[in-house]
């Protein structure tokens, strides 16, 4: 991603739509087979230094790349950007970075899905306590709340694939998007074969319709499906580190034998990576309120009030997107549960949740539902206090003591319908689908 969007590559997806256009306008006689020759053997031969020596004279980083060109391909430098404005260079080939840039996010999402699978078909029936409101709730899975971030990420995948797939360059257009420069190279009865011609040669759909720049509106759309891509990757790292506390302790991220973790407390164990993603897609999170910005105010045919942020903001989104997926790849893959903690916590308040079922099975018997209700809450209440304290839940022994609830139900009915790990609904099935429906559509 770094080679993608650096100074070199830039220069030569410049060149190499020079000589894209030079070699369209040899089809209408405008320029010769060696002149084409020349600048296909000076085409890669980039010269940062002097290009920036050129730019420092003349303020123009465009024009001093074309001059650097020039100076290199004697022959054919100088029929080099008839009849283009800058930015039917430039701004062809931001898209084609930006279509490069999507290839290298839907192969690390893709890498990414594909262990976030694997996880779930690991993990779909192991059970344990979930969260709503940061408080116990009842019983799912750890597969089934990994198949939640995977949902997520499926959806990304799917949107990126359709920004990636509708990507349109400005086409040649010149100065205005009217093609008039190249309506006197070529005859106006010549311009669409001649954007066509173009547009095969380089493999990039054009926008129709143009100004001097393409709608920037398309930079807003690929960095909103981006940032999108950035929340889903931020709740999944947030909720790590809350599950990480040693109060809960059931996930926590690789941590290497030798890896420090603070330099004043030498036991700490930091989510590090998780924090660094949340850090990272923030950052993310507000580079598409910029790309409105551009897009709003593009006034009239052009301005370049766009320019400077743009040279920054489009590398950044990719790079931080890049790293994003990468610490992800990491830290998933590295990802340590602790089952004996999620067999605790279980243990813990999972008996809250299984008097649902109780209440239930009660109600079926012919108890009645609001007296047998008003039992469960009290029992709830009694047993809540002395977890509250550290002691081992009673609820289970308090629910099969119960004579009022005895008479409707045995003991060992009671006891079964206790056991909160069986509270799951088709939850791991789901989850289960969900890995396979990934599996389906990415691989």
Same mark, same amino acid.
């Given at each position: 991603?770094?080679?993608?969007?650096?100074?070199?590559?830039?220069?030569?997806? +410049?060149?190499?739509? +020079?000589?894209?256009?030079?070699?369209?306008?040899?089809? /209408?006689?405008?320029?010769?087979?060696? !002149? #084409?020759?020349?600048?296909?053997?000076?085409?890669?031969? #980039?010269?940062?230094?002097?290009?920036?020596?050129?730019? &420092?004279?003349?303020?123009?980083?465009?024009?001093?790349?074309?001059?650097?060109?020039?100076?290199?391909?004697?022959?054919?430098?100088?029929?080099?950007?008839?009849?283009?404005?800058?930015?039917?260079?430039?701004?062809?080939?931001?898209?084609?970075?930006?279509?490069?840039?999507?290839?290298?996010?839907?192969?690390?999402?893709?890498?990414?899905?594909?262990?976030?699978?694997?996880? #779930?078909?690991?993990?779909?029936?192991?059970?344990?306590?979930?969260?709503?409101?940061?408080?116990?709730?009842?019983?799912?899975?750890?597969?089934?709340?990994?198949?939640?971030?995977?949902?997520?990420?499926?959806?990304?995948?799917?949107?990126?694939?359709?920004?990636?797939?509708?990507?349109?360059?400005?086409?040649?257009?010149?100065?205005?998007?009217?093609?008039?420069?190249?309506?006197?190279?070529?005859?106006?009865?010549?311009?669409?074969?001649?954007? !066509?011609?173009?547009?095969?040669?380089?493999?990039?759909?054009? /926008?129709?319709?143009?100004?001097?720049?393409?709608?920037?509106?398309?930079?807003?759309?690929?960095?909103?499906?981006?940032?999108?891509?950035?929340?889903?990757?931020?709740?999944?790292?947030?909720?790590?580190?809350?599950?990480?506390?040693?109060?809960?302790?059931?996930?926590?991220?690789?941590?290497?034998?030798? !890896?420090?973790?603070?330099?004043?407390?030498?036991?700490?164990?930091?989510?590090?990576?998780?924090?660094? #993603?949340?850090?990272?897609?923030?950052?993310?999170?507000?580079?598409?309120?910029?790309? +409105?910005?551009?897009? $709003?105010?593009?006034?009239?045919?052009?301005?370049?009030?766009?320019?400077?942020?743009?040279?920054?903001?489009?590398?950044?989104?990719?790079?931080?997107?890049?790293?994003?997926?990468?610490?992800?790849?990491?830290?998933?893959?590295?990802?340590?549960?602790?089952?004996?903690?999620?067999?605790?916590?279980?243990?813990?308040?999972?008996?809250?949740?299984?008097?649902?079922?109780?209440?239930?099975?009660? &109600?079926?018997?012919? $108890?009645?539902?609001?007296?047998?209700?008003?039992?469960?809450?009290?029992?709830?209440?009694?047993?809540?206090?002395?977890?509250?304290?550290?002691?081992?839940?009673?609820?289970?022994?308090?629910?099969?003591?119960?004579?009022?609830?005895?008479?409707?139900?045995?003991?060992?009915?009671?006891?079964?319908?206790?056991?909160?790990?069986?509270?799951?609904?088709?939850?791991?099935?789901?989850?289960?689908?969900?890995?396979?429906?990934?599996?389906?559509?990415?691989?």
């Amino acid at each position: 991603m770094r080679a993608l969007w650096s100074e070199a590559e830039k220069r030569r997806t +410049w060149r190499r739509l +020079w000589v894209a256009l030079a070699a369209v306008q040899a089809e /209408y006689g405008l320029v010769s087979s060696e !002149q #084409i020759a020349d600048l296909e053997a000076h085409m890669s031969k #980039i010269d940062v230094r002097r290009a920036l020596q050129i730019e &420092a004279d003349i303020q123009h980083d465009l024009m001093a790349e074309l001059k650097t060109f020039a100076e290199q391909a004697k022959l054919g430098g100088g029929i080099l950007h008839l009849g283009a404005t800058s930015m039917d260079i430039e701004d062809n080939a931001d898209v084609l970075r930006i279509r490069d840039a999507l290839d290298t996010i839907l192969e690390g999402l893709k890498t990414l899905l594909i262990t976030f699978t694997g996880k #779930i078909e690991t993990t779909a029936n192991l059970p344990l306590i979930a969260l709503t409101h940061l408080q116990p709730a009842e019983p799912s899975t750890l597969g089934y709340r990994l198949a939640t971030y995977t949902q997520d990420l499926l959806e990304d995948w799917r949107l990126l694939q359709e920004e990636r797939k509708n990507l349109r360059g400005k086409g040649f257009k010149g100065a205005v998007g009217t093609g008039a420069a190249y309506a006197e190279l070529i005859g106006a009865e010549h311009l669409a074969d001649f954007e !066509q011609r173009l547009c095969e040669k380089l493999d990039l759909p054009f /926008y129709p319709v143009a100004t001097q720049v393409y709608p920037r509106k398309q930079d807003y759309r690929v960095l909103c499906a981006l940032a999108g891509l950035g929340a889903s990757l931020y709740k999944f790292a947030f909720d790590l580190r809350i599950l990480q506390s040693p109060p809960l302790g059931e996930l926590s991220e690789p941590f290497g034998k030798r !890896q420090v973790g603070s330099s004043a407390m030498p036991f700490k164990r930091n989510p590090i990576s998780a924090e660094k #993603i949340d850090s990272l897609a923030r950052s993310l999170a507000q580079m598409p309120r910029v790309a +409105w910005d551009n897009a $709003a105010h593009s006034l009239l045919e052009r301005t370049l009030d766009d320019s400077a942020n743009r040279r920054s903001l489009l590398p950044e989104a990719f790079l931080i997107t890049d790293e994003l997926l990468r610490v992800a790849q990491r830290l998933l893959s590295g990802l340590q549960v602790n089952e004996d903690a999620m067999r605790r916590n279980l243990a813990a308040y999972g008996p809250f949740a299984a008097i649902e079922r109780v209440l239930m099975a009660l &109600a079926k018997e012919g $108890a009645d539902r609001q007296e047998m209700h008003e039992r469960l809450r009290q029992h709830a209440m009694q047993a809540w206090s002395a977890v509250q304290t550290g002691q081992p839940n009673p609820l289970e022994e308090l629910i099969v003591s119960d004579e009022q609830m005895l008479h409707f139900l045995p003991d060992t009915s009671l006891k079964n319908l206790m056991k909160a790990g069986m509270h799951l609904g088709n939850a791991p099935q789901r989850a289960l689908k969900l890995a396979e429906d990934v599996r389906q559509v990415i691989e």
